[in-house]
């Protein structure tokens, strides 16, 4: 079993940045692809973004690409999602999220571990 704790969330400014964090426990996910999903009250949970086990491939949704960055760090068990140029759409509860079978996809079904998801409020 994997555990993910994400932080890092709060209430910025729109144009502020914000660097978003996930800690795994349990065992290392050094192997797994790992995401970032968002979800807003009444929306389905949304994919962001994700990077592959090695660093090699990263994959992100339309509307984050060119402000979203996401990397891990194998050695610490960590994921980071750097957002910057932040917008009042990007307000949601922010998830990380692993996939032990290492596919580089946007679906949330392939994902087997999720957080519980931190807050990202954007004011315009």
């Known amino acids: 079993q994997v555990q993910l704790v994400e932080s890092g969330g709060g209430l910025v400014q729109a144009g502020d940045s914000l660097r978003l964090s996930c800690a795994a426990s349990?065992?290392?996910?050094?192997?797994?692809?790992m995401g970032w999903f968002r979800q807003v009250p009444g929306k389905e949970r949304a994919f962001v973004a994700a990077?592959?086990?090695?660093?090699?491939?990263?994959l992100y949704a339309d509307s984050v690409k060119g402000r979203f960055t996401i990397s891990r760090d194998n050695v610490k068990n960590m994921v980071y999602l750097q957002m910057v140029r932040l917008k009042s759409e990007d307000t949601a509860a922010y998830s990380c999220?692993?996939?032990?079978?290492?596919?580089?996809?946007?679906?949330?079904?392939?994902?087997?571990?999720w957080g519980q998801g931190t807050q990202v409020t954007v004011s315009s």
């Open positions: 990077i592959s086990w090695d660093s090699g491939s990263t």
């Open positions: 349990g065992r290392t996910i050094s192997r797994y692809t």
């Open positions: 999220a692993a996939d032990k079978d290492s596919l580089l996809v946007t679906y949330k079904s392939a994902y087997d571990y």
